[in-house]
């Protein structure tokens, strides 16, 4: 037998046990810090714009954003782009139409702006299990990351009896219970302080490699050369290779494996990820290209629209000072996580050229989806432990991108139990330490929850988890959101209609795809998926129908119970619209309780 | 002349001011965007062998989106938010001008 410690890298070893003791001593002193219940679902409401925009970009930045994004761009080619860019752009849509006076409205989650903005006790309940069905969505793939890195840290333990490696539910029940700890004991304002520490981690950790890995083994753009010029489809010209063939030379690529899409898709648009139903029914390149077009335009909107419906981004606004430093930390954001994103696809590019064999690897670190952790281990051969440190430094970064994400769902989720359905509809008279108590017990209750899903989702690919969530917000919350602050006329019944129909209808058509894959009963379904490529890029995708549904909906319904429309709709568009600074705020909530 | 006349903040007409004015600008920044974020895949689609134009290595549209969108989205979002709270900073002004802050309804 092995001993022990040995057969673990030290590097990585040290690296991600300094994030994760980092992580909870930043969490118990934060703790001490919390003391109200403001503090626990806002922050105090008191967040600098600095710290939270670091904060919330350190939360964004997933287990998807970290490993998932590069593997994708590794094993699908250009198409995976969309994913890194909608993730960042999708903020724009928030500052342009939300932030500002979702912030306004002064309430505790969204739930709460759900009951303020329809006077409607209902429309609380239906928001609550929107934010718990995205949320636990959401940490499924932060639980399979969690698991697939401690399972790769120590991959090569031997334990008693000869068996080999660390077990998937491990990392998962590890992680998972040490955030929920932390969550637990410090609320909002315990993980603010630790998130944004994270997302300077992350930073570090996809950049640092990186440039170390351009100065070895030649830039970004050469890594791309190499792989041969030539558009797709008929009108292909007589390209020259010449300039190709050098670069190529000059980057000592390794051979492809057979697994590896060819060059020639994967560099250019409307490759292996958005023609697979087109494929699958056996068209042509030239044929295929309309339903990529349409995947590529639904998988847009879905990104875009969803980032600005994800519950546990949206409650983060909550914690500023007010509606402009709500747009001011919107604006740091974007540049935050901009600057990030350009750093994943170089490592799939490089993954690409210098480490091929992760193509033959099945799902998990074995495969595309690890090359974050691996590609940095090429440095072995020359420079020694070079390579090994680096590792270590990207597997802090993944550390601390499934313990920030999952900490900041775990809030929000929690914030909907504790606050919305004990606070508000189990014990409305509960006192405010009653409800803090509570906090920490949901919390437990949620955290319990989200390792339990987590066991279930090894064979997942961790950035389609995400891209669900994303597609289920953008066809529920962000319409809802997007009509209660701009449309007056919107009521309770045609915002629920339309939240609940688009919400819904998104989900099944995403799930029967997935049974379609995967299900041996759904045989017949996957048959005919195969023969309507139309029918199966619209049910994998289903923003592009969904969200105009949703829409459409909300708006018919509004207008034929149009007399259910608030009656000081006036008094609550003047909240969500004026300046702060004429001191609407305070009235709305004065009148508001003379009323009661 | 006479200044012109304090707007009544609980006036219909003011909250339709208000909106309208946040709306247009709001709408124009994301019509900017929109039309590249967009237009992008309709020039991938029409235009294959200019997107594929190699610059510095890149292809173009690789450049485009992995690179150059990031900067053209804080371009907006900085325009978006400096004429904002300049808007903010004018609707205060009109409420407040000339009257003392006891006067609120």
């Known amino acids: 037998m092995m001993p022990f410690l040995a057969a673990v890298d030290p590097w990585i070893l040290t690296f991600s046990a300094i994030t994760v003791v980092v992580t909870v001593a930043m969490g118990f002193w934060s703790a001490k810090k919390s003391k109200t219940a403001s503090d626990f679902f806002v922050a105090g409401r008191s967040v600098s714009v600095g710290w939270n925009s670091s904060a919330i970009s350190g939360e964004y930045l997933s287990a998807a954003s970290f490993m998932g994004v590069a593997g994708m761009v590794m094993s699908s080619g250009y198409d995976a782009l969309w994913y890194p860019v909608c993730y960042a752009c999708g903020y724009l849509f928030l500052l342009l139409f939300i932030a500002g006076p979702l912030r306004r409205f002064g309430a505790y989650t969204i739930p709460d702006f ?68 932390n969550v637990a004991l410090g609320g909002m304002k315990g993980i603010t302080l630790v998130q944004a520490v994270q997302y300077w981690i992350k930073m570090f950790a996809i950049s640092l490699p990186i440039f170390v890995l351009m100065s070895v083994h030649s830039h970004y753009g050469n890594h791309l050369q190499a792989n041969s010029v030539k558009p797709a489809v008929g009108m292909i010209s007589e390209g020259d290779t010449s300039t190709s063939l050098e670069a190529a030379a000059a980057i000592n690529r390794k051979a492809l494996s057979e697994k590896a899409p060819k060059d020639e898709t994967w560099i250019n648009p409307f490759g292996p990820l958005t023609t697979k139903a087109a494929k699958a029914a056996g068209l042509s390149a030239a044929e295929s290209r309309p339903y990529s077009l349409l995947y590529t335009y639904s998988l847009i909107i879905a990104l875009v629209c969803g980032t600005a419906g994800l519950p546990h981004i949206l409650v983060r606004f909550y914690t500023n000072p007010d509606g402009v430093a709500a747009k001011r930390t919107t604006m740091w954001v974007m540049i935050l996580i901009g600057v990030f994103y350009v750093f994943p696809p170089v ?29 940095p281990l090429i440095l072995t051969e020359k420079y020694g432990t070079l390579g090994a440190v680096l590792s270590g430094i990207t597997c802090a970064g993944a550390f601390a991108a499934f313990m920030s994400t999952f900490s900041g769902l775990l809030v929000s989720m929690t914030g909907a139990l504790a606050h919305d359905i004990y606070g508000r509809i189990l014990r409305p008279k509960s006192t405010p330490e009653e ?12 955290g319990a929850g989200a390792i339990l899903l987590g066991f279930f989702v090894e064979t997942f690919e961790i950035n389609k988890l995400v891209g669900w969530a994303f597609a289920i917000a953008a066809t529920s919350y962000f319409p809802l959101l997007f009509l209660a602050t701009w449309w007056r006329n919107i009521t309770m019944k045609g915002a629920a209609t339309g939240m609940l129909a688009g919400g819904t209808l998104s989900l099944t058509a995403i799930a029967s795809t997935m049974l379609a894959d995967q299900a041996k009963w759904a045989e017949g379904l996957k048959i005919w998926y195969t023969s309507h490529p139309l029918a199966r890029t619209l049910a994998e995708q289903p923003a592009i129908w969904a969200l105009p549904l949703a829409l459409a909906l909300m708006i018919v319904i509004s207008r034929l119970t149009r007399s259910e429309v608030p009656a000081d709709i006036r008094m609550k568009m003047l909240v969500l619209h004026a300046p702060e600074k004429l001191g609407l705020k305070q009235e709305y909530i004065q009148e508001h309780q003379q009323g009661h | 002349m006479q200044p ?102």
Not at chain 1, 349 to 368: C, D, F, Q, S
């Open chain 1, 347 to 375: 490592f799939g590019v490089m993954g690409r050229n210098l480490m091929p064999e992760l193509y033959n690897g099945l799902a998990g670190v074995k495969g595309t989806d690890g090359v974050v952790l691996n590609l």
């Open chain 2, 4 to 105: 012109p006349e304090k707007p009544d903040i609980h006036s219909e007409s003011f909250l339709h001011m208000l909106m309208q004015r946040q709306l247009r600008l709001s709408i124009a920044c994301a019509a900017t965007f929109l039309v590249a974020l967009f237009g992008l895949p309709l020039f991938n689609y029409f235009a294959p062998e200019l997107m594929a134009t190699r610059v510095f290595g890149f292809t173009l549209t690789w450049l485009i989106v992995g690179v150059l969108f990031f900067p053209l989205v804080w371009i907006i979002s900085w325009i978006f938010i400096r004429r904002s709270i300049a808007l903010e900073e004018a609707e205060v002004e009109e409420v407040t001008r000339g009257n003392a802050p006891t006067d609120r309804k």
């Open chain 1, 435 to 446: 409800r803090m108590k509570m906090f920490k017990y949901c919390a437990v209750i949620c």
């Open chain 1, 114 to 181: 759900a009951e303020g903005r329809f006077d409607s006790p209902i429309f609380r309940k239906i928001a609550v299990i929107f934010v718990l069905f995205i949320g636990f969505f959401y940490t499924m793939p932060q639980m399979k990351g969690a698991g697939v890195t401690l399972a790769y840290i120590f991959k090569d333990i031997e334990w008693f009896g000869g068996v080999k490696g660390l077990p998937y539910w491990v990392g998962v029940v590890l992680v998972g219970s040490v955030i929920t700890l």
